[in-house]
């Protein structure tokens, strides 16, 4: 008797549910991409430096200075809400908007505020950097003609050298748009 569970010689396509999920609905906020590996490394970067701060903190709790310790492990604890913040940065959609996360702040709108999501072609940061090079951005523009802050680029850390998937996520959130601001 095969174990199938534990062989990688099947193919998984064939079992695939097109069925959505049950706690997939359109009420529920979403990032309609993946975050890129720049994201996630970073993150996991901070991540690592957040648990040697932790297990500075117990060796300074051991020694008896309770109140470094104390300090170490609040700095433990930023870097790790830092990382996390950093993970969640992006364009998140729902039923009832439209939400920018960025690393300090979040924008909501709600579908009847977004005039038009739309790729542009224009001069983008290059990993939120300074630098500037032509790239394409997602735009989104409200009824009196202002623009959101321009976070979705096919330059930032999410699509570095991933264009298909800068593309297939624009794709994704200008049918949101489409569909829920009616």
Do not use: K
């Amino acid at each position: 008797m095969p174990l199938t569970f534990l062989t990688a010689d099947r193919d998984l396509d064939d079992q695939a549910v097109e069925a959505p999920l049950p706690h997939a609905g359109p009420d529920r906020w979403r990032r309609p991409y993946r975050p890129g590996p720049g994201r996630v490394g970073a993150a996991a970067v901070l991540l690592l430096l957040a648990s040697f701060v932790l297990l500075s903190a117990v060796i300074i709790a051991a020694a008896g200075a309770l109140s470094a310790a104390a300090v170490c492990a609040g700095v433990a604890v930023l870097i790790i809400g830092f990382a996390l913040r950093h993970l969640r940065v992006g364009m998140w959609v729902s039923a009832h908007g439209l939400r920018q996360v960025e690393l300090v702040r979040t924008t909501t709108l709600r579908w009847s505020e977004v005039a038009a999501v739309r790729t542009s072609q224009r001069p983008v940061r290059w990993l939120g950097l300074p630098r500037t090079v032509q790239g394409q951005a997602l735009v989104v523009e409200r009824p009196g003609g202002a623009t959101l802050r321009t976070l979705v680029t096919d330059h930032n850390g999410d699509f570095l050298a991933r264009p298909e998937a800068f593309e297939r996520a624009a794709d994704v959130l200008e049918a949101w748009a489409a569909e829920y601001r009616r």
